[in-house]
């Protein structure tokens, strides 16, 4: 059974992330021929149009997801663009994909209705990732709940296809990530980039203590019982919290008479603990980027095995590769 699953490098990995995507990633790794996990860099040159930035995002998402725990003994982890056979493949499906079909995409929906120009990299993203599924024979994608359309837009590409030219791409299906895993950020709404309200996983200690601390709260008085499930200060402490600290700090909550500053320490302290030993091994990595691009090599190497074999399947199939003559 193929796992695969891509992440895009658009800025540092922050908790959302970790505890929504990569979490999950690392639990479903196990076989490195299995699990192929890559980091999305022709999605994010869609919104990233700046050189430097996207190679050091790149870099930076390769050490994060290694830090965290993806052992390249147990996964193929590798970087998009290392597989060109994915973008030929693109081409292929590109031919058959009804206009329609992309313009009922959210991503490219969203930026028009906001009187946005959208480019043909943006209306075209489905089809590139239904290029990087297809590529490997992948059976299970693990995404987030906004990447449901892409995934099915990628097995009605895929249907088709097969319709057309006769049994070529395996059809896959997606896992929805734990859904109790929708982090809340700083000001109470889903984290995320693009509302700046992230913690990052790789934060300085001294900085995170400070960004904790501004956590918004509302203003109720100390005395007050509060709901601990309905506060996202709560639901940010229980991230890392054991089951015996979670149910002290929820009886504190219902009691009252504690200050929200309180919680706040015990957040920074359980957190910075947790992510001390990646943070460790992240340094490690920075000392050794000739590993990580050995890392990737390898990865790049597996992966395109398995691609050139699909592309040349898919060429052979509707007539895009001359046959060899013996
Ligand atoms: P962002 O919203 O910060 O731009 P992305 O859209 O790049 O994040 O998300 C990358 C992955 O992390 C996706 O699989 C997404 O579902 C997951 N993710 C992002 N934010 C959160 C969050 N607040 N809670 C849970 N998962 C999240
Ligand atoms: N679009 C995905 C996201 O933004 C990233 C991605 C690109 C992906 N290609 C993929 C995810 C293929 C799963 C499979 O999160």
Known sequence: MRVLSG???????HWGNYFGAIRQYIDLQGDRTKAFYFIANLHALTTIRDRDALMRYTLDAAMDLLALGLDPEKATLFVQSDVPEVSELCWLLMTGTPMGLLERCVAYKDKKAKGLSADAGLFTYPVLMAADILAYDSEIV????DQIQ?????????ASFNHEFGQTFVLPKAKILDRSARVPGTDGEKMSKSYNNTLAVFEEPAVLRK???RIVTDSRPMEQPKDPES???FQLYSLFASDSQREEMAALYRRGGFGYGEVKKALAELAIEFFAPARERRKELEAQPRRV?????????TARTKASAVLRRAQDACGARLPEIC
């Open 293 to 301: 691009r050995e890392i990737l090599g390898d990865g790049a190497a």
């Open 150 to 158: 892409h995934i099915e837009v990628c097995r009605d590409l895929a």
């Open 142 to 145: 693990p995404v987030g709940e």
């Open 231 to 233: 506060d996202h200060l």
């Open 211 to 213: 960004q904790i601390m």
């Open 7 to 13: 992440i895009q490098p658009t800025g540092r990995f």
